[in-house]
């Protein structure tokens, strides 16, 4: 009998504005990372959980935001291409998003997260638009949102 396979966390970088709009989506909750790549949606399952950091609220804005503003648990077998009109074609994943979770500032976590080597410099890893963390961090953003991802799943 083979064990079972054991969600990853993830978190995924972009505007508030463009992650609000995968969460508040009318037909169903989906993610997009990297403008919209295939190959980092890849690396995902369903099952796995993701939360979103939006550095600034608007793309190409230097508004700060730094905060955590939606959570979720990943849905699907994979990715698949929507059309956004205007010739953009992003790849997605479909997301069940915890409806009742709240917009959670990341400074007051930084010194707890296992994935910050220097609190000083720790906004190195964001760069990579999606990158993995261990369940510690994850369940870190998941209290600060009061998120309930129990329910959520595949």
């Given at each position: 009998m083979t064990a079972p396979t054991r969600h990853r966390n993830w978190i995924a970088v972009a505007s508030a504005e463009h992650a609000r709009r995968g969460r508040d989506d009318p037909a169903g909750g989906f993610m997009q990372v990297g403008h919209g790549k295939l190959a980092p949606l890849k690396r995902i399952r369903a099952g796995d959980h993701v939360a979103y950091y939006a550095p600034t609220t608007t793309l190409g804005h230097a508004d700060r935001l730094q905060s955590f503003v939606s959570i979720g648990v990943v849905h699907g077998d994979n990715p698949y291409e929507a059309d956004m009109g205007n010739?953009?074609?992003?790849?997605?994943?479909?997301?069940?998003?915890?409806?009742?979770?709240?917009?959670?500032?990341?400074?007051?976590?930084?010194?707890?997260?296992?994935?910050?080597?220097?609190?000083?410099?720790?906004?190195?890893?964001?760069?990579?638009?999606?990158?993995?963390?261990?369940?510690?961090?994850?369940?870190?953003?998941?209290?600060?949102?009061?998120?309930?991802?129990?329910?959520?799943?595949?």
């Open positions: 010739g953009f074609v992003p790849w997605r994943r479909d997301v069940r998003y915890a409806s009742a979770a709240r917009e959670a500032p990341i400074l007051p976590l930084i010194e707890q997260f296992d994935f910050v080597d220097d609190p000083k410099h720790w906004g190195g890893k964001f760069r990579f638009g999606l990158f993995e963390v261990n369940d510690h961090d994850f369940g870190l953003i998941a209290a600060a949102m009061q998120a309930e991802l129990q329910g959520l799943g595949p």
